[in-house]
């Protein structure tokens, strides 16, 4: 698992805490996230903290989805429209 971990790591985007959010929502190596849905992860994450975490934290996992689906690497901000665009009920602030 430290290799996936590593490899989640090299991803942009991607620091220790982010590796560790992931993990929790059964995320241990980027081929792991080709095919998920972020807002769902987002989502079960803040589930599982019985909280709200800051919308930023979407915003990479919108990110990481998009990198392992094979789109060029871009900072998390880029995809805040993307979110705020999103259909779906916003995310928990």
């Not at 790591?9 to 993990?23: D, E, K, Q, S, W």
């Not at 919308?55 to 429209?81: K, M, N």
Request: with cysteine.
């Amino acid at each position: 698992m430290a290799n996936g971990r590593t490899e989640l790591a090299a991803m942009a985007n991607v620091g220790p805490a982010v590796v560790r959010h992931l993990a929790r929502v059964g995320v241990t190596r980027p081929s792991d996230l080709v095919g998920c849905d972020p807002y769902e992860m987002y989502d079960r994450l803040c589930d599982l903290d019985g909280r709200s975490h800051d919308p930023c934290l979407l915003d990479t996992f919108i990110s990481v989805v998009d990198q392992a689906g094979g789109g060029d690497p871009r900072p998390w901000w880029t995809y805040t429209e993307e979110r705020k665009r999103h259909t779906r009920t916003p995310p928990r602030s």
